[in-house]
Every structure is written in C-alpha cells, then in structure tokens.
C-alpha cells in the first residue's frame, strides 16, 4: 500500500492501471495497422498519438468507474465479464460523443472497432495473469498478530472476501493469561526472542490486537523488531489501510487526539466550497435533461395532483438542520405512521419511483442543495432527525460525522449497501469517519468516479 493525499491505494492495483493504460495506448495503434495493412494509413504520426490517448484515457477511467480496479472487490460481485463489457459500451458512447463535438480528432469506425477488439483481448490477458500473480503467497506481506483475543480473531477473516489478498496472517502469538480464542495451529509459541520469531517466519508487520491494553506487552522486543525495520501498527491503522474504516471497537479518546487527519476549516474548507460548486454545476448541465423527463414522469404517474419534489428535514454540518430536495419516489401517504427506514420490495415506492432509487436519479435536486451550501457533492449521508437523536445516544462518535457538510454520495455509499437498521448504520460510520479523518479533493474525485458503479450496478439502492 501507498498512501495518495491521505488515501490508501494498492501498490498492486496500480500497477495494474499502467499496464492495461499502456494497453489500451497500443491498441489504438494494432488497430490502425490490421486496418492498413496493405495500404497507407489515412493518418499521420500525430492522429493517432491523440486517437490513442483519448482511446486509453476514457477505457481506464471507465473501467476504474466500474469498480475494475477497486481492491475491495470480492468474487461475489465481481462479474469480470459484465463490468468490462459496460466499461466498453461507455467508452465507445464517450468516444463517438468527442467525435461528434471535435471532429478533428475523428478516426474511422473500423480502426476504432479493431482497437477495441485488442484492447479487450489484451485485458482479459492482463487480468488473468494478475489474478495469478498477485495471489501468490510469496508475494503477499506477511502479518504477525500479537494478541489472541476478539480483537486478534476478527483479524483471521478480514480480506478472505477479496479477490486481492494484500497479506497473510503468519501468526499468533498468544500473551500469557490471555484468554485465547485462536486455533493452536494458528498460535506462534513466544519462547524465543521476538526478533527471532520475525527473522523465522520471515515476518513484514507486526500488529498489536490485544482486547486489553493494559495487558503487559513485550514492549523491548518490539522495540528491537520496529529497530530492525518491521512495520509496528495497532489495529486501528491497520483496519484503516486494509479496509477503508476507522474501526469503532478500537477508538479511543486519546487517539482522536493525537491521530493526524480530522482537519476542517480554513483552504481546506475554501478548496472544497470551490469544487462543490463547479461540480454541481457541471452535473447540472449534463443531467437536467433526465430531470425534466423525471419530472414528467412522476406528474403523469400521479395525475398531475401531486407534488414532484419530496422535501425531509435532514441533519447537516454542525447538526443544523436543513430540507434535503428529492425527487417524489413513494406514495404521499408514505409516512403517516411516522419515519420508518426503506425496505425492499417496499409497497411504498411507485413505479416511477423504483426506476429513479436504482438509478439514484431521485439524488439529482440535491445539487440545488449543494449549490445553496446546505450539502457537499461528497460528504456523509445526510440522516433524519428522528433517527439521529438516539444514533447520538446510542452510537459512540456518531456526532463526529457531522463535522462535514453531507453529500450526495459518499464513502459508505460506495463501500457498504443501503443502511436498514442500526447494525448497517455503524458499519457506515465507520466508512463516513475514514472520510472525515482522510479527506482531500483527491478522495472526492475518486469517489464521484466510483458513483458510476454505484448508479449502473445499483448498489445500496432500495
């Protein structure tokens, strides 16, 4: 892991980037070639120069907008096939849109084709190679566990999902009068110096997941180990590289202190205003036409009677409150029970209704909301009132999402399905505080490309 502005990025997945990058680059080239092989090519050095770096610049950000180079993908939503293929039809949209907009960077349709043939072979090539390579033990970090409580156990399942597997657990190592929740087989006895143990099992990290802190550690051999060059991390810093998360179970006061991150205000605050606000307009200009016909849509579903825009009070920045615009998506008479959390198969929501919640077109009026300064285009979701007061009760930190303005989409959005019930809220916590704590212009670009899986595969829509 390299850590960009802030974010965690795998070293693994970005060599990836560049290597299907320079792919796609030649591709254009291969395909202009097969096109001309017994006749001379219709253009010239400088054509294709710019043929082909629009062709690789739009493939890689349409594949990266599709989740193909998330780390935190799992075989369960995968879909190699599906992803690359949409990736494809994306890029071919955006290409034809530029040609038709500049036509002087206009390439025929058979080198174009030919083009995407090859780049296509050579990114299942690529793909199949990586997923080989990557997952090759040697290559993986090797994590040696001091602790063998709960905290230790969690540890054992944490990337067994992914497709990617950047470590693997060499070890526990078990502390005396520790209660151990460890299989024997997975326990390293401490009966040599600790150096030792890390110089045998060839160790890289070194994590300290003890459920008590006060439980005395082997604090000179760790000191000798973190001497000698091993990485030394708690669990926190560790959930947050591997996962995404800043781990509820582990925080603590001191550490919010004394971590870096959490800075608010001043440029930073300017710098974000700025880009909220170039961003929604842009949104703006491109979506308005799919909010006109949405809005039809809802007005001839309801027989012209009722309203088109939903207006809810939601909690933003510094717990004020603000109405948060949305497309109508539920019958009017949707909450004359009180509030009550979306479910699937709702009988609430309209015909209308569930084509825009997949889409996440129901999201689009926030952009008024953006524009007023109410919300940010990245940010935490914004929650009711009614549900907030007893997260704040109940939930430790849960307040400390609200030192940023909402957004319209977010890290939980993109990480973690649609929230339900209080379980799905903390582990959206969790995402919401590693954007608090980590934010930069560089994580909100990424996360408004990764909202195009989001939308396209409807995640965490209900």
Not at 35 to 43: D, I
Not at 118 to 146: C, D, P, Q, S, W
Not at 221 to 240: R, V
Request: glycine share 6%.
């Amino acid at each position: 892991m390299i850590r960009i502005f802030r974010h965690y990025i795998s070293r693994a997945y970005l060599w990836l980037v560049f290597i299907e990058f320079i792919i796609f680059f030649a591709a254009m080239y291969f395909g202009s070639n097969v096109r001309f092989l017994a006749a001379e090519s219709w253009y010239t050095q400088q054509d294709m120069l710019i043929a082909s770096a629009v062709f690789s610049v739009v493939l890689t950000l349409t594949c990266s907008g599709l989740g193909l180079y998330r780390r935190t993908l799992s075989w369960e939503d995968y879909n190699l096939l599906a992803r690359t293929f949409v990736s494809f039809l994306l890029t071919l949209f955006v290409i034809v849109s530029i040609y038709y907009f500049l036509p002087t960077f206009l390439i025929g349709r058979s080198v174009l084709l030919y083009a995407i043939g090859f780049a296509f072979t050579g990114l299942m090539l690529t793909r199949f190679l990586f997923y080989r390579l990557v997952n090759i033990e040697n290559l993986k970090k090797r994590v040696l566990i001091i602790g063998g409580g709960k905290k230790a156990h969690s540890l054992i399942s944490l990337n067994e999902s992914f497709i990617y597997k950047g470590f693997t657990i060499a070890g526990f190592i078990v502390l005396p009068d520790e209660e151990s929740m460890i299989e024997d087989h997975l326990t390293i006895p401490l009966t040599n110096k600790l150096s030792d143990i890390v110089e045998q099992h060839r160790i890289d990290e070194i994590v300290i997941a003890l459920d008590d802190k006060r439980r005395g550690m082997p604090v000179d051999d760790l000191l000798d180990c973190k001497m000698s060059g091993t990485t030394i991390m708690d669990t926190i810093t560790f959930y947050e590289r591997e996962k995404g998360i800043i781990s509820l179970e582990d925080v603590y006061p001191s550490w919010l202190l004394f971590c870096d991150g959490f800075a608010q205000g001043g440029f930073r605050a300017l710098e974000k205003r700025v880009f909220d606000v170039i961003s929604s307009l842009i949104l703006l200009m491109v979506a308005w036409p799919f909010m006109v016909l949405t809005a039809l849509a809802i007005w001839i579903e309801s027989g012209f009677k009722d309203p088109v825009l939903y207006r809810q009070v939601r909690v933003g920045e510094g717990n004020k409150r603000f109405d948060v615009l949305k497309f109508r998506s539920m019958r009017t008479d949707a909450e004359k029970n009180g509030a009550q959390w979306a479910q699937q198969q709702d009988n609430r929501i309209t015909r209308v209704g569930s084509i825009i919640r997949k889409c996440r077109i129901d999201e689009l009026p926030q952009i008024f909301n953006v524009i007023k300064g109410e919300m940010s285009f990245v940010g935490p979701r914004p929650e009711r009132p009614e549900f907030v007061k007893g997260f704040d009760e109940r939930i430790p930190y849960y307040r400390e999402r609200h030192r940023v303005k909402p957004g319209i989409t977010g890290w939980a959005q993109l990480c973690h399905p649609y929230g339900a019930d209080e379980l799905d809220t903390i582990q959206k916590l969790q995402y919401d505080l590693y954007y608090v704590k980590n934010y930069s212009i560089f994580l909100d670009l990424s996360i408004m490309l990764h909202t195009m899986e989001v939308v396209l595969w409807g995640k965490g829509a209900r």
